[in-house]
């Protein structure tokens, strides 16, 4: 059974970072790329980020690029993303998924993007 496990969301000051993680199991963590989005309460779900495993390719959405980094562990089958700078906008939760192949799909296109993880819940407080 393939599994996604995220942690590493909580209560953090603006202008704070966090750290959060996706663990993955159950598949060829090679074989796919992954994904970090978000929801907050109200609103769209919204890509953030993603890391193609094969390439070690990178993309973002300009809502984080140069405040958000991706990053993965290939011996523990987890990627990472660091968050600085915090705001109260960031508040959301926090959600990856995956998406088979060597390249990540444009991270609007969510519905390229399957088994998603139950989410970590961030609160940026001002």
């Known amino acids: 059974e393939v599994q996604f496990v995220e942690s590493g969301g909580g209560l953090v000051q603006a202008g704070g970072s966090l750290r959060l993680s996706c663990a993955a199991s159950g598949l060829t963590f090679g074989h796919y790329s992954i994904g970090w989005f978000r929801q907050a309460p109200g609103k769209e779900r919204e890509g953030l980020s993603c890391i193609s495993i094969m390439e070690s390719s990178t993309l973002y959405a300009d809502s984080v690029a140069g405040r958000f980094t991706i990053s993965t562990d290939y011996v523990k089958n987890t990627v990472y993303l660091t968050a600085h700078n915090l705001n109260s906008e960031d508040t959301a939760t926090y959600y990856c998924?995956?998406?088979?192949?060597?390249?990540?799909?444009?991270?609007?296109?969510?519905?390229?993007?399957?088994?998603w993880g139950q989410g970590t819940p961030v609160t940026v407080s001002s």
């Open positions: 998924a995956a998406a088979y192949g060597r390249l990540c799909p444009p991270l609007s296109r969510i519905s390229s993007y399957n088994f």
